[in-house]
């Protein structure tokens, strides 16, 4: 499925509209311009938004026009016309810059863009639980391609516990899971954590303290920094990002401190005094970093790659790499289906393998 520019989508979006109607009453489809309204595979695949604010404006005409119809009952709102109208409304939403969870085909409205390191597609995703030993698929979710993999983590769970009556003693994962609320859920279900942290950052530059850094005393809610002063100020804020929100503190530490300091050259460039932010999940977060840089973090990240494998037989081998259907809920029996041929061709060779036979000792000479 190729991602459309948005003039040609809102354009696909009008025609869609107008095709409903016109199987209603063929006049109101002339009278709303289903006759001045040509799609053609260039509007549909160009990159360049060339008369986007002409079909932005036809797109809001068309949707006056055909509300006024349906208030005068002279059309009726059947399921496939309300589907395209919603689809009409959303694409011209979309075309804010800041707009998130863009529609991205009129053909399958719940397909988004995904983008993970160097890969971008559209469509959908799977994620799933995987038995490190077995091999063999626990629980399995499909979500739009957009969907953050964190957000996933206690679902997938859930329906391990349900379905199964499974609750793992460990379980490792990517960075994609390293939210403080996981960390924390993992804490509370007893399970030992071994998820991959991302990688803090200086805004100021990536040479300079992070916070980790800074060392946190959280009986006595102090911050003490590289250098040994410690925040003389603390207040609570609420953070929040593209993808959720979470509390905890500020810390502020003094323009006297910071300008006296050796190592502010390292810390920060302002005149002002460095500030630091203290997740109300921090304390997880330092527990999973300790845990990840021991021995047996690093021992449980080295057998990944078995579920990278895994992931690979689903994608060269059962058909994960492509879905079949448009639509969410087709989407899911897809997936399902994918990861029952997985397990049973797993269940197969595990109980039909043969087994590795010692060859036989050498004969001794009496």
Request: one cysteine or more.
């Amino acid at each position: 499925m190729a991602v459309t520019s948005l003039s040609g989508l809102i354009k696909t979006c009008r025609h869609n509209v107008l095709k409903s109607v016109a199987d209603q009453d063929v006049k109101i489809a002339d009278k709303l311009g289903i006759k001045d309204l040509k799609v053609i595979k260039q509007d549909k695949f160009t990159r360049v938004e060339e008369g986007l604010e002409k079909e932005i404006s036809e797109a809001e005409k068309l949707l006056d026009g055909v509300t006024s119809e349906l208030k005068a009952k002279k059309l009726e709102a059947t399921t496939e016309l309300q589907r395209h109208l919603n689809c009409l409304e959303k694409a011209v939403a979309d075309r804010a810059e800041d707009a998130k969870d863009r529609l991205v085909s009129p053909i399958d409205p719940d397909a988004r863009a995904g983008k993970k390191e160097h890969k971008n597609w559209v469509g959908y995703k799977g994620h799933m639980v995987i038995e490190e030993t077995s091999e063999i698929i626990t629980a399995i979710e499909t979500t739009p391609a957009n969907t953050d993999d964190g957000g996933q983590l206690k679902p997938l769970l859930c329906q391990q516990e349900q379905t199964h009556d499974i609750i793992p003693q460990e379980l490792s994962g990517d960075k994609g899971y390293d939210r403080g609320a996981n960390l924390e859920y993992l804490e509370d279900k007893d399970i030992t954590g071994y998820i991959s942290l991302s990688t803090k950052m200086n805004k100021e530059g990536k040479d300079l303290f992070t916070v980790d850094d800074f060392i946190y005393d959280e009986a006595n809610e102090t911050l003490t920094c590289p250098g040994g002063c410690t925040a003389p100020y603390r207040r609570f804020a609420t953070f929040r990002n593209d993808k959720h929100q979470r509390n905890g503190d500020i810390f502020q530490f003094s323009p006297s401190q910071c300008n006296a300091c050796e190592l502010k050259s390292l810390c920060h460039k302002s005149n002002r005094g460095r500030s630091v932010s203290i997740s109300f999940y921090d304390g997880c977060y330092r527990k999973m970093k300790q845990r990840m840089e021991s021995e047996e973090g690093k021992e449980v990240y080295r057998r990944r790659y078995k579920i990278e494998h895994k992931v690979a037989d689903l994608a060269r081998w059962c058909g994960m790499r492509r879905c079949r259907y448009r639509g969410l809920c087709r989407a899911k029996i897809h997936t399902l289906l994918s990861a029952i041929a997985a397990n049973i061709k797993r269940m197969a060779k595990l109980l039909w393998e043969i087994p590795e036979i010692p060859p036989p000792k050498p004969a001794m000479a009496t």
